[in-house]
């Protein structure tokens, strides 16, 4: 029943992982990545719609994305949601096609980026330490119900401790990546 529990929390903590490195993508590094467009949403038709619903996003350069929308009447709304986004770049349109030249990072953006990936880290650490303390609550209240011993318990928490750390290693190494890239000059 303990290996069942820990299992779950181990497959959970991954996709926490998972999501901290999906999140890592969508911070700008000086160089293109279509991943980047990945959280701006696009006022269409009163609807707040994910870019990548509505347009085709490509990287052909290594300074440069395009976004070539699907419906040529949403261009105007697909500048403003990147103009508006904490990005910083500067969209330029010819009516069939959006070009984002990807600008070389100053110093203090790049401060402002190591503490957003910092930010991102640490939720992604406080995720894996609250699936941790759920986890644990499943397993007192099987001891409680008498399903497992104590000696179980505590083995079981010992092993839910040594998951625990290898997941947070993962976010740290995935942290120090980020933030060597962002800082490359």
Do not use: C, W
């Not at 991954?14 to 991943?35: C, I, L, P, Q, Y």
């Not at 969209?91 to 070389?104: E, K, N």
């Amino acid at each position: 029943m303990e290996k069942e529990l820990l299992a779950d929390a181990k497959h959970r903590m991954a996709k926490a992982v998972d999501a901290t490195r999906t999140e890592f993508n969508t911070v700008r590094s000086g160089r293109a990545s279509t991943a980047l467009l990945d959280r701006v949403t696009v006022d269409y038709y009163g609807t707040r719609t994910p870019l990548q619903q509505l347009a085709n996003v490509a990287a052909p350069e290594a300074r440069l994305l395009t976004v070539t929308p699907y419906d040529k009447t949403a261009m105007k709304s697909i500048e403003k949601a990147i103009r508006e986004s904490d990005l910083g770049l500067n969209p330029a349109s010819d009516g069939q096609l959006i070009r984002l030249p990807v600008p070389h990072l100053t110093e203090e953006r790049r401060r402002e980026l190591v503490k957003l990936v910092h930010r991102l880290a640490e939720d992604g650490r406080v995720a894996v330490r609250n699936i941790r303390r759920d986890a644990m609550k499943d397993l007192r209240e099987l001891v409680k119900e008498g399903l497992v011993g104590e000696d179980s318990e505590h083995r079981a928490e010992d092993e839910l401790q040594k998951i625990t750390d290898a997941h947070v290693k993962q976010i740290d190494e995935l942290l120090k990546h980020k933030e060597d890239e962002i800082l490359e000059v």
